[in-house]
Antibody
Framework: EVQLVESGGGLVQPGGSLRLSCAAS????????MSWVRQAPGKGLEWVAN????????YYVDSVKGRFTISRDNAKNSLYLQMNSLRAEDTALYYC???????????WGQGTLVTVSS | DIQMTQSPSSLSASVGDRVTITCRAS??????LNWYQQKPGKAPKLLIY???SLQSGVPSRFSGSASGTDFSLTISSLQPEDFATYYC?????????FGQGTKLEIK
């Protein structure tokens, strides 16, 4: 069974940093693109970033470019999102997702909540 | 960035109804269009990928279609468990933008 478990969320002050982790199991992690998607409270879904199987290609939504870094460790079956210079508008539930055919996301974690507030 | 315009934003329907949700892309996205269902407090669930391919395990009452830059999700006969919020997403180019969502409510 595919499992994705996010961790690392919490309350952080504006300008602060957090590192989110996503532990993957039940599939061959190194053969899939992986993504981060976020959802602000009561709002819709926003794609944040994705990363190629070997980590050589990474893409970001403009609003996080230069502040967030996606990475992965295939030996540890783990995906990461380093978030720096956090802003109130980054407050959201952050999901990691496994990419599937046509770059859809066929498996999602339960999410980890990031709250940016003073 | 490619904009995805989803309509309607909300919809009231009854069990057994046939409903259609539409999504329009601001430019050509070939068939790189996905549909997700999200229930309150839960992660999204992939229903349809590549515009019309049914994800494994998804009931056949869900179907997707495409015409140019216009895409549709149809539920042929609503079941109680189908009341949820639905999102389209283009995965043709990054950022993989989502539509704003359609909340499907019980009439």
């Amino acid at each position: 069974e595919v499992q994705l478990v996010e961790s690392g969320g919490g309350l952080v002050q504006p300008g602060g940093s957090l590192r989110l982790s996503c532990a993957a199991s039940g599939f061959t992690f190194s053969t899939h693109w992986m993504s981060w998607v976020r959802q602000a409270p009561g709002k819709g879904l926003e794609w944040v970033a994705n990363i190629k199987q070997d980590g050589s290609d990474k893409y970001y939504v403009d609003s996080v470019k230069g502040r967030f870094t996606i990475s992965r460790d295939n030996a540890k079956n783990s995906l990461y999102l380093q978030m720096n210079s956090l802003r109130a508008e980054d407050t959201a539930l952050y999901y990691c997702a496994r990419d599937h055919k046509y770059e859809s996301s066929d498996n999602w974690g339960q999410g980890t909540l990031v709250t940016v507030s003073s | 960035d490619i904009q995805m315009t989803q309509s309607p934003s909300s919809l009231s329907a009854s069990v057994g109804d046939r409903v259609t949700i539409t999504c329009r892309a601001s430019q050509s996205i070939s068939s790189y269009l996905n549909w997700y269902q999200q229930k309150p407090g839960k992660a999204p669930k992939l229903l349809i990928y590549a515009a019309s391919s049914l994800q494994s395990g998804v009931p056949s009452r869900f179907s997707g279609s495409a015409s140019g830059t216009d895409f549709s999700l149809t539920i042929s006969s609503l079941q109680p468990e189908d009341f949820a919020t639905y999102y389209c997403q283009q995965s043709y180019s990054t950022p993989h933008t989502f539509g704003q969502g359609t909340k499907l409510e019980i009439k």
